[in-house]
Antibody, heavy 118, light 111 residues
């Protein structure tokens, strides 16, 4: 069973950069898209960005300038950095896997809550 | 504001059937057979229950079925059970620059 586990800092101060890592177990990094999504408390899901195993990225246009994503195939990890964090970025952040060209998320991490205090 | 439109809530009694609609546009639902649906229980990660408009992953109950007509996708839950009480999100591919767009979610309540 493929497992995804996000790790993150918990609280992040306003204007700081968020760094998250998603570790993939029991499955390959290659030949899949790896996405980051978030869900503010009590609200819906938002796709942030995605990365292919070769490093090709796609970003949500509303966040493009703030996001940096990377993939480490040696350690089966994908990473997200989001700059200039603000209180509105408070959310549960998920990583998820999508079969390439099929565009659905078949495996999700448990999510990690990131809080940006006002 | 979500790209896809869903009703905020739907309710039904045990054993009944309910349908959740998801309305998009010709740029997403209407242009691709790449609609997926996710079930999310409180405090849990979303779970894939439908992909490619009508397909169920292994292990997902046959009580869940889905369809698409034009710019609107629909999820039907038959024989409603208490464990179906959850939030349901639709999602569609919307092109290479925006691979995924979501609906705002529908809360299903079992009366």
């Amino acid at each position: 069973q493929v497992q995804l586990q996000e790790s993150g800092p918990g609280p992040v101060k306003p204007s700081e950069t968020l760094s998250l890592t998603c570790t993939v177990s029991n499955g390959p990094i290659r030949h899949y898209l790896w996405a980051w999504l978030r869900q503010p408390p009590g609200k819906g899901l938002e796709w942030l960005g995605s990365i292919y195993h070769n490093g090709t990225t796609t970003h949500n246009p509303s966040l493009k300038s703030r996001l940096t994503m990377s993939v480490d195939t040696s350690n089966n990890q994908v990473s997200l950095k989001m700059s200039s964090m603000r209180p509105a970025d408070t959310a549960v952040y998920y990583c998820a896997r999508s079969p390439f060209f099929d565009y659905y998320f078949d495996y999700w991490g448990r999510g990690t809550l990131v809080t940006v205090p006002s | 504001q979500s790209a896809l439109t869903q009703a905020a809530s739907v309710s039904g009694s045990p054993g009944q059937s309910i349908t959740i609609s998801c309305t998009g546009s010709s740029s997403d639902i209407g242009n691709y057979n790449l609609v997926s649906w996710y079930q999310q229980h409180p405090g849990k990660a979303p779970k894939l229950i439908i992909f490619e408009v009508t397909k169920r992953p292994s292990g997902v109950s046959q009580r869940f079925s889905a369809s698409k007509s034009g710019n609107t996708a629909s999820l039907k839950i038959s024989g409603l059970r208490s464990e179906d009480e959850a939030d349901y999100y639709c999602c569609s591919h919307a092109g290479m620059k925006t691979p995924w767009v979501f609906g705002g979610g529908t809360r299903v309540t079992v009366l």
